[in-house]
């Protein structure tokens, strides 16, 4: 018996009536009722968010930002949601009637927009206020779990929305204020400019300081020599006008009796002039008279002489010439001082005399002068004495004084060192101030060339961007064009698993007549598959002409899509056939198992990167999840390089099904007890 004719029999006896070709087609419709109904229900969910009744409630106040501009943003959002329709929105005015809606379930969600949301979005104008303003939501997911994460992203989209409109206008207000920073600097650089000219002047002034500091410090050296010099002068006119003061006293002392002494002296002075006047006119007399009478006796003598030589030249006695030279000799020697010498010598006491009256005279009129200047005398010798007095204690005073103004010279030299150092320093800090201002003015102007200064054009431009700086170019490589779409790829495969799954409740894995036969199990086996494999291919054939023409999925590659079916039908009927060949009624409960670990396992609603490690391994070895990604290729358009590992996979996958399928017939060409008997049967 070949395995065609194997086949045909099994085939032959499931269309002999009415009631199998029914039951034929009703399981070739089984996928449809699972897979393409499905996707019906579920093709386009987003699209229809707007049957779905939601409580806005809006409590904005609105706010006036920094620049006196208003912002209405709460109104704003509830217009913008209102008029993209993606939910039925509802306006509520009480926040709690929106929350007993959503309790109830006559809302889906409450969206709530404070009293305080534009207050808020102003508020970062404000360092000390800055406050985030708030979209309060209300689910229950009693009304259905997916619509949280659905309103998430709404909500998500509204928080984006907005944030990028309030960041665009403070990023515009930010570059305005950059704008301000930029000709503030320009300013300051100006400034700066100046301030360094000025620092150049100021540097000049300290010059020409320092050289004054300099002369003023030689000058006060100079000035304390001299106070120096003056010191010991005035301590010299001190201990001087001292002396002078004591010396003074004591003439003071000394002549206090002088005016009366000199009285008496012009008194005596004056009796003796007035007795030298007498005594002088006494002797002057007598002078005269003994001169007359010196002068008598001379004449007298002569004339005795004459006479007695006469008397002598006439005795004879002598002769004439005799008596000439004893009258000659006579002539020549004077008389004796008995007589003419007395008379010379009261002549000369006379003159003498005279001398003393003349002087004794001067005397009393000098005493005189003297007894009338003495008065006088005393006073100014005592106004010399305490004038003297004053002297000295002006003198100790400007010792004193000269000490203190040597202190203070010295002081004065130390403080202009002081203040020579200082001119130094000041003259080095004018020059670094100088230096430092041009380098602030070079500094400043370069960094006001470096701050931004956009035009209204540049910030229109820039505040998007600064508001937004993130923008995602989304390449999609394939893309699946509804919901639906993104379904199909894990659906088809599930709902042909549980189409050929059904299969096995009215087809026969192997037939009885066939292991009755003298045929090989391969060909009992292959004959037993390939009544299931034309089952599946018809189902696979329908969902795939459903799914594509009824539904519009509309897939890149539809042939190989339909190709990428037919083999996927392939491997899950060996494998169903095959588990069920050879574990009867129990592999219907192992192909259930099956079913439920390619559902968790195959990625066809997340990744199956998520799933627990454990079931990794399950993605890996058993077929759904490798005919799911092959199917996401063909549906979208994506890399066709996996196709042909997926399809030597099913391949596989199926001669393993045919291989438990002959082992299977192996084993029941031997008939047991359980054979004639099962333990249980489904």
Avoid: C
């Avoid at 020599?225 to 002078?244: E, M």
């Avoid at 696979?540 to 590659?557: C, E, F, K, N, R």
């Avoid at 899950?572 to 050879?582: D, K, N, R």
Wanted: charged share 15%; aromatic share 4%.
């Amino acid at each position: 018996m070949t395995v065609l004719r194997l086949a045909r029999s099994e085939l032959k006896r499931m269309t002999g009536g009415l009631l199998p070709k029914l039951t034929i087609l009703a399981l070739a419709m089984v996928p449809l009722l699972y897979g393409a109904v499905y996707l019906y229900a579920n093709w386009d969910p987003y699209g229809k968010l707007n049957q779905i009744d939601a409580a806005l409630v809006v409590q904005d106040s609105g706010a006036t930002s920094a620049d006196g501009t208003r912002l209405e943003a709460g109104r704003t959002v509830a217009k913008n949601l209102a008029d993209g329709h993606v939910f039925n929105w509802q306006t509520v005015s009480d926040p709690a009637e929106a929350d007993q809606g959503v309790r109830s379930g006559k809302y889906a969600f409450a969206l709530k927009i404070p009293q305080d949301f534009s207050a808020n979005l102003v508020s970062p104008g404000s360092f000390d206020a800055a406050s985030q303003a708030m979209l309060n939501v209300t689910t229950n997911d009693a009304n259905n779990y997916l619509l949280g994460t659905i309103v998430d992203k709404l909500t998500t989209a509204v928080h984006a929305t907005v944030a990028t409109e309030v960041g665009e206008e403070t990023a515009n207000r930010l570059l305005t204020g950059f704008g301000t920073i930029h000709s503030r600097m320009l300013k300051a650089a100006d400034g700066a400019g100046q301030l360094a000219g000025g620092g150049a002047t100021l540097h000049d002034g300290t010059v020409t300081l320092h050289q004054g500091t300099g002369e003023l410090k030689n000058g006060a050296a100079e000035l304390y020599i001299g106070q120096l010099q003056l010191r010991d002068g005035a301590a010299a006119l001190d201990a001087g006008a001292g002396q002078l003061s004591a010396g003074l006293a004591q003439l003071t002392d000394k002549t206090a009796t002088l005016p009366a002494e000199t009285q008496r002296l012009a008194d005596g002075a004056a009796q003796v002039a007035a007795g030298n006047a007498a005594l002088n006119t006494k002797v002057q007399g007598l002078a005269g008279q003994l001169a007359a009478s010196e002068q008598a006796a001379g004449q007298a003598r002569r004339s005795l002489v004459v006479a007695s030589n006469a008397r002598l030249v006439a005795a004879g006695a002598i002769t004439p010439a005799q008596a000439d030279a004893i009258l000659a000799d006579v002539d020549a020697h004077p008389a004796p001082a008995t007589s003419t010498g007395s008379a010379a010598t009261l002549t000369t006491a006379a003159a003498q005399v005279r001398q003393l009256a003349d002087g004794s005279a001067a005397v009393s009129a000098g005493a005189a002068t003297l007894a009338g200047a003495a008065p006088a005398l005393s006073a100014a010798v005592g106004q010399a004495s305490a004038g003297a007095d004053r002297l000295a204690s002006g003198a100790s005073a400007l010792a004193a004084g000269q000490q203190n103004a040597l202190d203070g010279v010295g002081r004065l030299a130390g403080g202009a060192q002081q203040l020579d150092d200082g001119a130094a320093q000041l003259e080095s800090g004018a020059a670094a101030a100088s230096t430092g201002a041009r380098t602030l003015a070079d500094e400043l102007a370069k960094g006001a060339g470096e701050i931004p200064n956009p035009d209204d054009a540049q910030k229109g431009s820039l505040s998007k961007v600064m508001a937004d700086p993130v923008a995602v170019s989304n390449v999609s490589q394939a893309t699946a064009g509804s919901y639906g779409a993104g379904l199909a790829p894990f659906f088809l495969p599930l709902a042909l698993w549980i189409g050929i799954f059904m299969l096995v409740q009215a087809m026969r894995p192997v037939t009885q007549r066939a292991l009755a036969s003298n045929a090989a199990s391969w060909k009992i086996a292959a004959g037993g598959w390939l009544p299931f494999l034309a089952v599946s291919a018809v189902q696979a054939s329908l969902l795939t002409l459903v799914v594509d023409v009824g539904l519009g999925l509309d897939p890149a590659h539809p042939v190989l899509m339909w190709f990428l079916m037919l083999a996927a039908a392939m491997a899950f009927s060996a494998i169903i056939q095959g588990v069920v060949a050879l574990l009867g009624t129990p592999g219907k409960l192992v192909v259930l198992i099956l079913l439920v670990l390619q559902l968790v396992s195959s990625g066809g609603t997340f990744p199956w990167q998520t799933t627990p490690e454990p079931l990794h391994v399950v993605h890996r070895l058993l077929p759904m999840g490798h005919v799911v990604s092959g199917m996401r290729h063909l549906i979208y358009g994506a890399d066709l390089a996996t196709i042909v590992p997926t399809v030597l996979g099913l391949v596989g996958y199926t001669l393993l099904g045919l291989a438990m399928s002959t082992l299977a017939a192996r084993k029941r060409k031997y008939w047991t007890l359980k054979s004639l008997k099962p333990e249980i049967a489904i």
